[in-house]
């Protein structure tokens, strides 16, 4: 059941993610948005900054669409427990991952977030390995 606290992430996910809306991008995060935890550096600064991850992914990964699971919300803050499922591009092998976004709200825009996905298992899928150092 959708929780009426927390329409954001919801907007967030089923925009940007699930009907690949790049545009929605401007519409839904405010000028100094912050985003924790993706990227090598783990942080994107403004809509530009997020822009940049974003045209990333979408350029390895079609098909993309995430599932919200679990999401609570309280009046400035949202988080969400998701599902993401995609196709990388160049093998055309399907991922399946899950993660947890948490959104801090203002004006009605999405501020910061603070994002842990398990990246590890989506490489995994595409036949990475982790090696211990020799």
Known sequence: MRNINSTHLY???EEVWNKGQR?????????????HG???????NGINGFLEFYDDFRRQ???VHVDIEAVLGDEDMESAFCRVTATHIESGKEVTFSGIAMAKIKDGKIEQA??????LTMYQQLGHSLTPPQ
Request: charged letters at 10%.
């Open 11 to 13: 907007n967030w996910f």
């Open 23 to 35: 545009n929605a991008i401007a519409n839904l995060l405010t000028e100094e948005f912050v985003s």
């Open 38 to 44: 993706l990227g090598v550096d783990g942080q994107y």
């Open 61 to 63: 990964f079609a098909n």
């Open 114 to 119: 603070w994002n842990s996905y398990d990246f």
